[in-house]
């Protein structure tokens, strides 16, 4: 297991913490002190000194949801879906969250949760770009941000010349001041950034013809946990929990790429 570990601890005041949880999903209140959560992406931990940047994906600030929801406290520990199956199998973590894609089969001594967070590759570029297709970033370059699913993506399918920036507001800085000709990410993100006045020069745009979903893993020996699971992930349905979040992420990247650009935009 890695080494990476985090505790979050919530006082689940703004949701209700158990009186939420209880009245929502129509269950007592009979909750583990501590979940542990295995994950493929989380939040790197902020050293001293260093700029705050908004992370890759939402991973973690579901988790951070998950607890203060149910007034829990969250250890989490990365690794990746291989090594989390002997986890889970061992019950060392209660359960795993990360992204999958749609077709892809679930392990047999698992339960599976997509949480109907579904996410497409998008590229951005600028309006005035002569890439209009894919296939014509061979040779170009393309921002990533490191902890992204799309780290070597573009380069291994297209032939595309990868620079790989620490977070997205480092990669999209990189793209506003001309050191790479598209960026890829998410394209649920991405949408809500070019929703922004300041970004609507970079709103010419390519999306790939294939999907990914944020589920949980359960061990198959924990179905109450499971069903747990799966009537939270339903009111956050009915919550719009995704949009607001990814419309929150936007607004802060943009405003730390905002704070970061000391000069101006390419011409």
Same mark, same amino acid.
């Given at each position: 297991?890695?080494?990476?570990?985090?505790?979050?601890?919530?006082?689940?005041? @703004?949701?209700?913490?158990?009186?939420?949880?209880?009245?929502?999903?129509?269950?007592?209140?009979?909750?583990?002190?501590?979940?542990?959560?295995?994950?493929?992406?989380?939040?790197?931990?902020?050293?001293?000194? @260093?700029?705050?940047?908004?992370?890759?994906?939402?991973?973690?600030?579901? %988790?951070?949801?998950?607890?203060?929801?149910?007034?829990?406290?969250?250890?989490?520990?990365?690794?990746?879906?291989?090594?989390?199956?002997?986890?889970?199998?061992?019950?060392?973590?209660?359960?795993?969250?990360?992204?999958?894609?749609?077709?892809?089969?679930?392990?047999?001594?698992?339960?599976?949760?997509?949480?109907?967070?579904?996410?497409?590759?998008?590229?951005?570029?600028?309006?005035?770009?002569?890439?209009?297709?894919?296939?014509?970033?061979?040779?170009?370059?393309?921002?990533?941000?490191?902890?992204?699913?799309? %780290?070597?993506?573009?380069?291994?399918?297209?032939?595309?010349?990868?620079?790989?920036?620490?977070?997205?507001?480092? &990669?999209?800085? &990189?793209?506003?001041?001309?050191?790479?000709?598209?960026?890829?990410?998410?394209?649920?993100?991405?949408?809500?950034?070019?929703?922004?006045?300041?970004?609507?020069?970079?709103?010419?745009?390519?999306?790939?013809?294939?999907?990914?979903?944020?589920?949980?893993?359960?061990?198959?020996?924990?179905?109450?946990?499971?069903?747990?699971?799966?009537?939270?992930?339903? %009111?956050?349905?009915?919550?719009?929990?995704?949009?607001?979040?990814?419309?929150?992420?936007?607004?802060?990247?943009?405003?730390?790429?905002?704070?970061?650009?000391?000069?101006?935009?390419?011409?």
């Amino acid at each position: 297991m890695s080494k990476i570990r985090m505790v979050i601890v919530f006082a689940a005041l @703004a949701l209700g913490g158990h009186s939420f949880y209880s009245w929502a999903l129509g269950q007592p209140e009979v909750l583990p002190a501590k979940l542990v959560v295995g994950m493929d992406n989380m939040t790197p931990v902020l050293v001293a000194g @260093a700029k705050v940047r908004t992370a890759d994906a939402i991973d973690t600030q579901v %988790v951070e949801v998950l607890a203060s929801t149910l007034g829990i406290s969250v250890e989490l520990t990365q690794n990746n879906e291989v090594a989390q199956d002997d986890e889970l199998t061992k019950n060392k973590v209660d359960l795993w969250l990360g992204m999958a894609d749609l077709e892809a089969a679930v392990m047999p001594n698992r339960i599976s949760i997509p949480l109907g967070y579904v996410v497409k590759p998008m590229a951005i570029m600028r309006n005035d770009t002569d890439i209009s297709q894919w296939p014509q970033l061979l040779g170009r370059t393309v921002c990533v941000s490191q902890n992204s699913h799309y %780290v070597g993506w573009t380069n291994s399918r297209y032939g595309a010349i990868e620079r790989v920036y620490p977070t997205p507001a480092d &990669a999209l800085l &990189a793209l506003r001041t001309g050191e790479c000709d598209a960026l890829v990410h998410d394209d649920v993100l991405l949408n809500e950034l070019l929703r922004l006045p300041e970004w609507k020069k970079f709103s010419a745009h390519m999306l790939a013809d294939f999907s990914r979903q944020l589920r949980w893993q359960v061990a198959v020996d924990q179905p109450e946990l499971a069903q747990r699971l799966q009537q939270l992930v339903h %009111v956050w349905k009915k919550q719009a929990l995704w949009p607001a979040l990814n419309q929150r992420r936007a607004r802060d990247i943009a405003f730390e790429v905002y704070l970061d650009q000391v000069v101006t935009d390419c011409h």
